[in-house]
């Protein structure tokens, strides 16, 4: 993955949130769209008194964490609009160009969601005449406070539609990502994991979460939402080296094969199948809420393939 030294970065779309404490959650009242759990992540009735679908043994969530169901494509919710101006923030103001993104970690996720958000600020309008809204990523370590409510480290990656941001514990990348699920990694797989949640912003303002009313299940509502997510990662991918920024440089110049695989080997890392076998030697499709690590891959795919909002249609096809 080789980024753009002349590309200029926005900070603007990106805050990082001062170090907290970890600890325990008060509660994802308003649900949460999508993301990539950890150990020891939230149990049923831990997020406004409501089960938590799938994961190791009932201790792993996933990705699914999707527990908006009384949300209708975003709005509303248990915690309300959250302030972010009453947050502390550090310093994002060495993240200016893609030689810093090249370097840094922190960089690398700014020019991915500048990526990210500029594809779908064209895609958006062209292929379905709604409108973009930038989303803002908000970086955390140990615990945050959210428009859904308050989060800890171990409910990894999300996206929530009260305050239509995403939030992302920058350690889940080698503490859970490589270490706990055996993905490869890479800056790549963390590119996807940005992406994907991004999808999940698509969904919310396309109306799509209003769509879910299954929760569990190999072919239940919540996993044709996660595997869309997935597809709309991979329509991004597709067109990432074309992306450009205001001044007309791409944000990144070069995508190998080996950088497809680390998204690829990312997407089945966290398929259901291969968590729930990984850690009670068994898979129970009937608890899944994300999708077997196949159909992750098989929809990330289709997304890069063919790179269009119809083509990623999981809700109205009749196998995943």
């Known amino acids: 993955m080789k980024f753009n030294p002349r590309a200029r970065l926005s900070t603007s779309q990106v805050r990082r949130h001062a170090s907290a404490r970890r600890g325990g959650t008060s509660g994802l009242g308003g649900g949460l769209g999508g993301g990539f759990g950890r150990p020891g992540g939230m149990r049923g009735g831990g997020m406004g008194g409501l089960a938590v679908p799938g994961g190791i043994g009932g201790l792993l969530v996933v990705g699914a964490i999707f527990l908006a169901l009384q949300f209708a494509g975003g ?17 994002l103001s060495r993240c ?27 895609a958006l309008p062209e292929q379905a005449d709604v409108d973009y809204s930038l989303s803002t990523t908000n970086l955390f370590t140990g615990s945050v406070d959210t428009g859904c409510g308050s989060a800890t480290s171990q409910v990894g990656p999300f ?21 706990e699920l055996g993905a490869q990694g890479g800056d790549f797989a963390e590119s996807y994991v940005i992406a994907h949640e991004y999808g999940h912003h698509i969904q919310d303002l396309l109306g799509t979460m209003g769509r879910v009313r299954s929760e569990q299940g190999a072919i239940s509502d919540a996993v044709r939402l996660e595997l869309q997510a997935d597809c709309f990662a991979g329509m991004w991918d597709k067109f990432a080296t074309t992306i450009e920024d205001e001044n007309g440089e791409v944000y990144i110049l070069e995508l190998t094969e080996a950088d497809i695989s680390e998204a ?8 259901d199948d291969r968590i729930q076998e990984q850690a009670q030697g068994r898979s ?3 608890t899944w809420t994300h999708g077997s690590a196949a159909d992750r891959k098989q929809w990330f795919l289709t997304g890069m393939d063919v790179g269009t909002l119809a083509s990623c249609d999981t809700f109205s096809a009749s196998e995943l």
């Open 96 to 122: 200016q160009t893609g030689a810093d993104a090249a370097e840094f970690q922190d960089c690398r996720i700014v020019a991915t969601v500048n990526s990210v958000q500029a594809y779908w600020e064209e």
């Open 264 to 271: 690829i080997d990312a997407a089945e890392s966290v398929g």
């Open 284 to 286: 129970d499709p009937e």
């Open 75 to 91: 709005g509303g919710g248990g915690a309300g609009a959250f302030d972010h101006s009453q947050v502390a923030d550090t310093d």
């Open 159 to 179: 996206y929530c539609p009260s305050d239509d941001s995403v939030y992302l514990d920058t350690t889940f990348f080698d503490e859970m990502l490589e270490d």
